[in-house]
């Protein structure tokens, strides 16, 4: 089973590193970034309605001024984010229109970086999970405990609790005895604050259920690496992020 988890995570880091070169502007503006924010602007307007065929990749090469490999990267990430299937021979279709109370915490052309930081997290923390279920100590333990606890008591009082999140799963990377795994997430400390920010004022307007789920995911995350399962704690901290990055584009009518 360990050769599965390391399999599943070379190939997470794969899909990172050799993920198709985008266009670049005179300005350094990446093109993918652009048409990615514009497809999701006009999703979330209504110009692209909810279970209607978007156009072409063709058209929408046209319409941004792109090549079709960029509209074809663009619309993969829209897939990730469970806005968008493809249907063989019928083009794109929207699964469902992306929450417009995302445009009230987060310019919406920055949400390609949540996007690309939430595959950062994905790749990165389900191993250090994983790790942290064989090697944690009694104090480590101790100390994702009182993470959890603490963001127990955010839920209760229904407050942002963005340091208590990330103090959870910092708490969990240095338990894998790894600083590269602790630094490598410090690194990206400030982007996991912009996503979470977004993620959780969202999540204060949506139902009491919505953020129940959330910590039940947590929880499941602490009791694989409490009984020592490397398998189901990286396995639980794949499925927490995934199901992050989705909650983040679902609208209140997803409840």
């Given at each position: ?148 606890e603490h963001l127990d008591r955010v839920r209760e009082q229904g407050t942002l609790g963005v340091d208590e999140d990330l103090q959870f799963h910092l708490a969990i990377v240095r338990a894998s005895q790894n600083i590269f795994f602790v630094t490598a997430l410090e690194m990206v400390g400030d982007q996991m604050r912009v996503a979470m920010q977004l993620s959780r004022s969202l999540s204060l307007e949506r139902s009491k259920v919505r953020r129940e789920v959330v910590q039940a995911e947590h929880r499941e995350i ?34």
């Amino acid at each position: 089973m360990a050769d599965n988890t390391a399999a599943k995570i070379e190939a997470d880091a794969s899909e990172i590193i050799t993920s198709p070169r985008v266009e670049v502007g005179t300005r350094g503006v990446n093109r993918v970034d652009t048409v990615y924010a514009s497809i999701m602007d006009a999703m979330s307007n209504g110009e692209f309605p909810e279970s209607g065929r978007l156009p072409t990749e063709t058209e929408l090469a046209q319409r941004f001024g792109v090549s079709r490999p960029t509209v074809r990267e663009a619309l993969s990430r829209l897939r990730l984010d469970g806005l968008i299937a493809s249907r063989r021979g019928s083009g794109s279709f929207v699964l469902r229109r992306p929450d417009r109370n995302i445009k009230r915490f987060a310019p919406i052309e920055s949400l390609a970086d949540v996007q690309r930081c939430f595959a950062y997290r994905i790749a990165l923390e389900s191993a250090a999970a994983g790790l942290a279920a064989e090697l944690r100590t009694p104090r480590d333990l101790d100390e994702i405990a009182r993470a959890l606890e603490h963001l127990d008591r955010v839920r209760e009082q229904g407050t942002l609790g963005v340091d208590e999140d990330l103090q959870f799963h910092l708490a969990i990377v240095r338990a894998s005895q790894n600083i590269f795994f602790v630094t490598a997430l410090e690194m990206v400390g400030d982007q996991m604050r912009v996503a979470m920010q977004l993620s959780r004022s969202l999540s204060l307007e949506r139902s009491k259920v919505r953020r129940e789920v959330v910590q039940a995911e947590h929880r499941e995350i602490v009791n694989a690496i409490d009984k020592g399962s490397s398998v189901e704690a990286a396995e639980a901290m794949r499925l927490h992020l995934g199901n992050a990055r989705r909650r983040l584009f679902e609208g209140p009518q997803s409840e």
